[in-house]
């Protein structure tokens, strides 16, 4: 019989079989325990994360709602300061309102003197005089003016400080209603779950956004804004006070009484000074006429040298202008350009200067010529004394019959307009 080939490849011995049951044992023990450790170092690891993203959660919610506690309290303070400042606005209100009353009051008796001086301005010839009758109605006027003065300068004082409240009350508005809507975020925010369907991923959630502020800040910004809404009140208070001093003290009406008899006395004892009065406002004419003609040419020779520096800043200005147009690197700032800079913020500064002075000496010349004219216009009429001095007693009676039927007070018109100045004042412009 043939013999069976042998079968190619290596063969091992049974040292070699058992030493590689034996590595494949170790390994199998090392792998085992490999994962052994990595599977008890994952379970720790979950465990430990676990716990650290419930405290975090937790930590998180608390902030929050401690956030929301200072947002409403902050919200609170805002809403009560904006209560208060409107109650001071409607204080302040009514305040001027009765200024603004007790200033109307005051019309009858400026226009009754009114018309007497105007009665009495009305004489002609030798009956022109100067004489006490013309000081007591002047002090009587002056008396009347200066109380409408000091009301009036309340009533502008409240109405700019009304915008001064309406301005911090705008401020507390506007931080009012941030607030809202932060607090409106933030509980929402504090609603907010794992599993919530609003929940996702967003890019970049870390980023700080533009215009972000500290705390610090924060909290300074409502402050600042609660503190000057105070400091806003306080003024007004105190201006509220200071005003119903005021108008107990321009009520006057023993003064105006005591100055009411003691022109109607002086105007029984009347005396002619006809001469002395005529001249001296032939004198005032004079001079007033003198004043305007100097100052007309004056005003020519402002205007010429407007003109001719108006001429010079045109030149400077076309002269930078050129000078823009060099190319490359000789668009240089040199000297020149320094200068020319210089030149021209001169010549503006001066054509303001000027033109100021000319707006100036124009408004004085008009008013120079307003009173010209209502001094010729008082020259002329320097006539009938006699007659003209019993109308104005027959006038001053309507005072008399004024205090004895106006014994309660009487809601009278406003004679401030939007801007806060009276009619009076502006009639006397």
């Not at 030493?19 to 465990?47: C, K, M, P, V, Y």
């Not at 929402?188 to 996702?200: A, D, F």
Request: a negative charge.
């Amino acid at each position: 019989m043939s013999s069976l080939p042998a079968k190619p490849g290596l063969h091992h011995s049974v040292s070699e079989w058992h030493n590689n049951n034996h590595q494949l044992f170790a390994t199998a023990q090392h792998e085992r325990h490999i994962s052994t450790t990595i599977r008890q170092e994952g379970r720790s690891l979950r465990n430990e994360t676990s716990c650290k993203t419930a405290w975090d959660e937790s930590d998180t919610s608390r902030r929050l709602s401690d956030r929301v506690w200072d947002v409403a309290r902050w919200k609170e303070v805002l809403e009560i300061s904006a209560q208060k400042v409107d109650k001071e606005m409607e204080a302040l209100t009514l305040c001027k309102e009765q200024t603004e009353q007790a200033l109307a009051a005051t019309v009858l008796p400026l226009e009754v003197t009114t018309e007497c001086q105007t009665l009495r301005e009305g004489r002609r010839g030798y009956e022109l005089v100067t004489d006490p009758v013309d000081e007591q109605l002047k002090k009587e006027v002056e008396l009347i003016k200066r109380v409408q003065q000091v009301l009036q300068q309340h009533i502008d004082k409240v109405f700019e400080h009304l915008c001064v409240l309406q301005e911090a009350r705008h401020h507390l508005t506007a931080d009012l209603q941030n607030k809202t809507d932060a607090l409106d975020i933030d509980v929402s925010c504090l609603s907010l779950t794992i599993k919530s369907p609003q929940i996702s991923l967003k890019t970049n959630p870390t980023r700080i956004p533009s215009g972000s502020s500290t705390p610090e800040e924060w909290v300074q910004f409502s402050q600042y804004n609660v503190a000057r809404a105070q400091e806003a009140m306080q003024v007004s208070q105190q201006m509220r006070e200071d005003i119903s001093l005021i108008r107990a003290k321009v009520s006057l009406q023993n003064d105006l009484e005591t100055q009411r008899r003691a022109t109607e006395f002086t105007l029984r004892k009347r005396n002619h000074h006809e001469e002395q009065a005529r001249d001296e406002l032939e004198w005032q004419i004079r001079n007033t006429e003198d004043e305007m003609a100097e100052m007309e040419t004056d005003i020519h020779g402002l205007d010429a040298d407007l003109q001719a520096k108006t001429a010079s800043l045109k030149l400077a200005h076309t002269r930078l202008e050129n000078r823009t147009n060099r190319p490359g690197i000789d668009l240089c700032r040199d000297e020149v350009q320094h200068g020319l800079v210089n030149e021209v913020q001169q010549l503006e500064a001066t054509i303001v200067a000027l033109k100021q002075k000319l707006s100036e000496a124009q408004h004085s010349l008009q008013k120079m010529k307003l009173h010209h004219a209502h001094m010729l216009q008082d020259l002329s009429r320097k006539q009938e004394a006699l007659s003209l001095e019993q109308r104005s007693m027959n006038t001053r009676t309507r005072l008399a019959s004024n205090t004895c039927t106006d014994k309660t007070p009487v809601l009278l018109v406003p004679l401030t307009n939007s801007s806060g100045r009276s009619n009076l004042q502006l009639l006397a412009q």
